[in-house]
């Protein structure tokens, strides 16, 4: 078996597939270093930010098949711990195809992110380099991450890249600063996004016109006028994340390899509401750890499968695919949802969707309680590392570290909806990498 690395080997790379295609398929997880196509061969070299981010594609990879172009390409990790020599078709170089250039427009991800992070606070750090027209916050998979639109190119060549690369000699995508916003944390990784201009339809602390004030604090339109899946790109910063259509009309998923004498649909509810609203839950009494979710549309159901394949709950791999029935007949032994005070999507559905990730380490939840009586309600799901109280949009906030991410899920569907000292708990993955 192949030695863990930074660096992703892709085979039956076909010249249909460009380095940009390569590039949808791993960014949603991380910073993408480098990136080396090799024609002759038919491969590819993707370095990416650490071994932790390259293995998070290899582990989710392992489950669904990658596809570009409709042809199947096949990852493992390379011999190569990291990539030097440069190469004619490397990323942005005169030779290769078309990748990502230097333009205007910056894609910078926060590392180690302890504190808010607001388009405020992104402004006074980039503004001294240039005058910056744009700025678009939201998260992904690798974690907050926002789009800087500059005046010009030019802007950007001052002291910003100093350090390491200047524009005119630039041959690479990215640039590892390890600067930090705030001492010990909010590290910046920043690089060229392929965009040409930035869309901001509204001006608050998540995205900002400088050069055009008048824009409203809020999007026009209800969510659901817009339609969730446009609604869900836009939380992502205005793409749909992989695996996602947009336009899928069957809100159901079945589950299988459950483990039967743990599950019900309670927690089921509880895990599967991180990412839309429930309707209706069956436990198929037939098969004891299958199980149908109807989710309130399509597109919240793609988005579940997208963060929850491969999850683990009670010692069980989840297993999940789009479901060959769209709704699930009301039978008497089907529990519905659709009305439950627990559904989180009914207001702030906007701000849902970007809280939306796989599940962590981390579960977060507002609460008026001591760290003691916390860490006592949820210690018998796992072991709990640390805990820390925080103050967030005037709200406090409890965050709780597990050992991982399988105790953190199980703390989540046994404990979201319960009570502390009579005050109904509503728990969350966090995107938080640290407490």
């Given amino acids: 078996m192949m030695e863990p690395s930074k660096v992703i080997h892709v085979r039956n790379v076909g010249h249909e597939i460009n380095e940009n295609d390569l590039l949808q398929l791993v960014q949603p997880f991380g910073v993408v270093v480098k990136l080396v196509i090799l024609r002759a061969k038919n491969q590819a070299l993707i370095q990416m930010y650490d071994v932790s981010t390259a293995d998070n594609v290899l582990q989710y990879y392992g489950t669904v098949q990658p596809s570009i172009r409709g042809r199947n390409v096949y990852m493992q990790f390379s011999s190569h711990q990291e990539l030097t020599a440069m190469d004619p078709n490397y990323l942005g170089s005169k030779g290769g195809e078309q990748g990502v250039e230097p333009n205007r427009i910056l894609l910078v991800t926060i590392h180690s992110l302890l504190y808010p992070i607001t388009v405020e606070v992104l402004h006074q750090v980039f503004s001294p380099y240039g005058f910056v027209e744009k700025i678009v916050t939201f998260h992904k998979l690798a974690g907050f991450q926002a789009l800087i639109q500059y005046q010009d190119i030019t802007a950007q060549s001052g002291s910003l890249f100093s350090s390491s690369y200047s524009i005119s000699g630039y041959h690479g995508p990215v640039w590892e600063l390890g600067r930090n916003i705030y001492d010990g944390c909010c590290q910046l990784d920043i690089q060229f996004s392929n965009l040409n201009e930035l869309q901001v339809n509204c001006n608050n602390d998540r995205s900002r016109d400088f050069t055009n004030p008048s824009l409203p604090t809020e999007q026009r339109g209800h969510p659901s006028q817009m339609g969730n899946g446009t609604a869900i790109a836009a939380a992502f910063g205005g793409v749909l994340l992989p695996g996602m259509s947009g336009v899928n009309e069957h809100s159901t998923i079945l589950l299988t390899n459950l483990n039967p004498e743990k599950i019900d649909e309670d927690k089921l509810f509880n895990l599967f509401s991180m990412y839309g609203n429930i309707v209706r839950i069956k436990l198929l009494r037939s098969k004891p750890d299958h199980a149908l979710v109807q989710m309130a549309d399509g597109n919240q159901a793609e988005l579940a499968l997208r963060f929850l394949k491969g999850a683990m709950l009670f010692g069980k791999k989840l297993e999940l695919t789009s479901s060959k029935y769209p709704t699930i007949t009301p039978t008497p032994d089907t529990r519905e949802f659709a009305r439950s005070n627990l559904n989180r999507f009914n207001n702030n559905t ?50 709780v570290l597990f050992e991982n991410e399988e105790q953190a899920t199980e703390a989540l569907v046994c404990k979201h909806g319960s009570s502390i000292r009579g005050s109904v708990i509503r728990i969350a993955f966090s995107q938080m990498q640290a407490i």
């Fill in 350 to 399: 906007m701000k849902n969707y970007r809280h939306c990730c796989a599940p962590t380490q981390i579960s977060a939840f507002p609460l008026d309680s001591t760290e003691d009586e916390i860490s006592t309600h949820l210690a018998e799901h796992g072991a709990v590392v640390s805990t820390k109280l925080i103050e967030a949009n005037g709200k406090r906030q409890a965050l």
